[in-house]
């Protein structure tokens, strides 16, 4: 006697093993022209994968200490939140620091305008 709950059912299996290994035998060489594995396609034909290639590890981001003046460090606060309300989300102070680098090491225009802020030379014109 079956004890079936409602919506239950039972699914027929055999033979698919068969059929699978019968199809499993026909296929022994590899395709001409076929490249080498590169270890991220599987060349088994027993239902097993080939394994996954690790990963290179990526390196450990950089820790530096940035004092900052109490002025500075209130204009870094104020720019994190008008970027927060800007973005929508929470905007990190080191984020916005690796973003600024990126910024001045890829456009000229940001480098010089960071560069003239530090220039510490007596201003000419003055």
Same mark, same amino acid.
Not at 76 to 91: E, K
């Given at each position: 006697?079956?004890? #079936?709950?409602? =919506?239950?059912?039972?699914? $027929?299996?055999?033979?698919? $093993? ?9 296929? !022994?060489?590899?395709?001409? =022209? +076929? +490249?080498?594995? /590169?270890?991220?396609?599987? +060349? ?11 990963? %290179?590890? !990526?390196? #450990? %981001? ?9 002025? &500075?460090?209130?204009?870094? &606060? ?6 927060? *309300?800007? !973005?929508? *989300?929470?905007?990190? #102070?080191?984020?916005?620091? *690796? ?7 890829? /456009? /000229? ?9 530090? &220039?510490?030379? %007596? /201003? %000419?014109?003055?």
């Amino acid at each position: 006697m079956s004890t #079936k709950k409602p =919506g239950e059912f039972t699914v $027929n299996t055999s033979g698919v $093993n068969a059929l699978l290994t019968g199809l499993s035998g026909r296929f !022994t060489e590899e395709p001409p =022209g +076929q +490249q080498a594995d /590169d270890g991220t396609t599987a +060349q088994r034909h027993d239902g097993t994968t080939a394994a996954v290639p690790e990963q %290179p590890a !990526t390196a #450990k %981001p950089s820790k530096y200490t940035l004092l900052l003046a109490p002025d &500075d460090a209130l204009a870094l &606060d104020q720019l994190a939140l008008d970027l927060r *309300r800007h !973005t929508g *989300r929470a905007v990190d #102070k080191s984020e916005i620091l *690796r973003a600024l680098i990126r910024l001045a090491a890829r /456009d /000229d225009h940001v480098a010089d305008t960071v560069a003239r802020a530090l &220039d510490r030379r %007596p /201003d %000419p014109s003055e």
